[in-house]
């Protein structure tokens, strides 16, 4: 939340609803969140140390703003009665964690007491103590209030995505410029006036209610000059991602050699894509100053309203996940593999070290979702199908190595020399090797089965083979001289793998291979009446999209 400079956040040591401050039925106030860390506040009055921002579209708009969230919360019976709609309140981290925190209700949301620490509560409230209706984005009631807002809610949407947009350029102004200085610092003064001009005419409209009529795409800089810089680092993100969104040998190998450069470009694609955002958000948000919109002015406004900050936010997305995977080779050096972290010379970015600047961008990044980073659990395999016990340096590559939330379903020693189709090029060449001597394995998650010997795994940090379960077609399972095979048709390619013979040696162990097969049977494309079902892998399937 932002605040006067001699206040300090109303929310910084905000703490859940306790014991000595049962929840009520109704508020002293409601926090409904637009987009993450932005939130409207329906209050009798503003807090104390607490900053409003305006709707900033015109009183037109802004008086139908008002009248409609005042008609749905009071209708919801939400908050208590003479509390009316205050504006935009932009949430502070903590403020964000302990709403979380409150107590949900029956109804939806969640109700209970913030307590303010270092500041002075409104008059309207008794003690020290707010009791707070919390809505967050994405959660059914919020929803339900959205729509109820009819015409009303594309004006919403609008003005809390350009607060949104002023609120990642301000946070994010210091961590981004050490890339420009350090790699780009030819691109920085196009860029830095870009974002000046952009907080300057959403200022503005907030003081004047006003967006003017140049300000739509073209405002920020010349289209070429945007569009240049937009695609310069595009293109460069596309390079990564080329040999990123991949499960080859490569990819880490890849990420570990260009890491400060990967970091950079992510910085500069980061910046471009939020001005991005925020130039195409000022047309709408001009039709939305008009006191009288034409029906297809309307229809523009609605989809803008959801599209713009949907698109921001699946590129926010693929900027986490690639975080998420340099974070994940740091700890793979520090705790598994014993191969030196930064790769090499460690390398300056603006003054911070790598891996500094690599935690500023992933908080930048998580607060702009609305979500923290958690480090994955530590994997425990549902089904093991395994000669010895699979050795713990192995599960803990595979803990940094499988993208979360993927649970590992089943885990089971293989016979490297099998393997023939898809995976060919895993089988031991005339002079054997490394891998021939150790256990490798063949893994089932809920998106994907791979393989990868205990060599790849510990010393390389890598899996070798990887296939999405989204193009598996079908599975047959045989016994040939004893041995367990499977049969595995994928949309392209088929492969064939063996189970270990010390795996597979008994009637029991031979019933635990079979599961494997019926549990990648139960994710493949296949008529319905030759699907399979089992409960280990439905279950964790349903487990992640709860999560």
């Not at 040998?249 to 970091?263: D, H, K, M, S, T």
């Not at 002079?431 to 795994?457: C, E, H, I, M, W």
Request: hydrophobic share 40%; with cysteine; glycine share 8%.
């Amino acid at each position: 939340m932002t605040q006067h400079p001699d206040h300090p956040a109303a929310s910084d040591s905000a703490a859940a609803s306790s014991p000595q401050h049962p929840p009520q039925e109704e508020a002293d106030m409601v926090l409904l969140e637009v987009e993450p860390g932005v939130a409207v506040l329906v209050a009798q009055a503003v807090p104390q140390g607490w900053t409003v921002e305006v709707f900033g579209l015109g009183e037109h708009s802004a008086r139908q703003i008002v009248q409609a969230l005042d008609d749905a919360v009071g209708g919801a019976g939400l908050v208590a009665p003479g509390a009316s709609t205050q504006g935009l309140v932009r949430l502070s981290p903590e403020t964000l964690a302990s709403l979380a925190a409150l107590p949900a209700r029956a109804q939806g949301g969640s109700l209970g007491v913030l307590d303010q620490a270092r500041a002075q509560a409104s008059p309207q409230t008794s003690g020290d103590a707010l009791r707070v209706c919390w809505l967050p984005a994405g959660s059914a009631q919020a929803a339900d209030l959205l729509q109820g807002l009819g015409r009303a809610q594309p004006l919403l949407r609008l003005s809390a995505h350009m607060t949104f947009i002023v609120q990642a350029l301000e946070e994010g102004a210091g961590l981004v410029r050490s890339a420009f200085e350090t790699r780009y610092e030819d691109h920085w003064p196009a860029i830095s006036d870009m974002r000046e001009t952009l907080l300057g005419i959403i200022a503005r409209s907030r003081e004047t209610g006003v967006i003017p009529r140049l300000s739509t795409v073209g405002a920020i800089a010349p289209d070429r000059v945007v569009n240049d810089e937009h695609a310069f680092f595009a293109r460069r993100v596309y390079k990564h991602r080329e040999h990123l969104d991949t499960y080859s040998a490569a990819r880490w190998e890849y990420l570990r050699g260009n890491i400060e450069q990967i970091v950079a470009d992510y910085q500069g694609y980061l910046t471009m894509e939020t001005i991005d955002s925020g130039r195409w958000i000022l047309s709408p948000g001009r039709f939305a100053t008009m006191t009288s919109r034409p029906p297809d002015i309307e229809k523009t406004m609605t989809y803008q309203s959801v599209n713009m900050p949907a698109r921001y936010q699946e590129k926010l997305g693929h900027v986490a996940e690639v975080l998420t995977m340099i974070d994940a080779q740091r700890h793979l050096c520090a705790e598994v593999t014993g191969r030196s972290w930064p790769p090499h010379a460690p390398e300056q970015l603006g003054g911070a070290t790598l891996d500094e600047t690599v935690a500023a961008m992933r908080r930048h990044v998580d607060r702009l979702r609305g979500r923290s980073a958690e480090e994955p659990l530590a994997v425990a395999p549902a089904l093991q199908v395994v000669g010895q016990e699979v050795p713990g340096q192995a599960l803990a590559a595979l803990r940094w190595l499988l993208p979360a939330p993927e649970p590992l379903i089943a885990l089971a020693e293989v016979d490297r020399g099998s393997l023939t189709g898809a995976a060919q090029g895993l089988r031991p060449g005339p002079d054997g090797g490394p891998a021939v001597q150790a256990s490798t394995y063949l893994g089932v998650t809920s998106t994907r089965l791979f393989l990868s010997s205990v060599p790849a795994l510990v010393e390389e940090g890598r899996i070798e083979l990887s296939l999405p379960l989204a193009d598996l077609r079908y599975v047959r399972f045989r016994m040939v001289d004893r041995r367990a095979v499977m049969d595995i048709t994928m949309k392209e390619e088929d492969l064939s793998i063996g189970f270990a013979q010390s795996a597979v040696s008994s009637g029991f162990t031979t019933g635990l291979a079979h599961r494997v097969a019926d549990i990648l049977m139960t994710a493949a494309s296949i008529p319905e009446e030759e699907q399979r079902s089992d409960p280990l892998f439905t279950r964790a399937t349903s487990r992640e999209r709860r999560e």
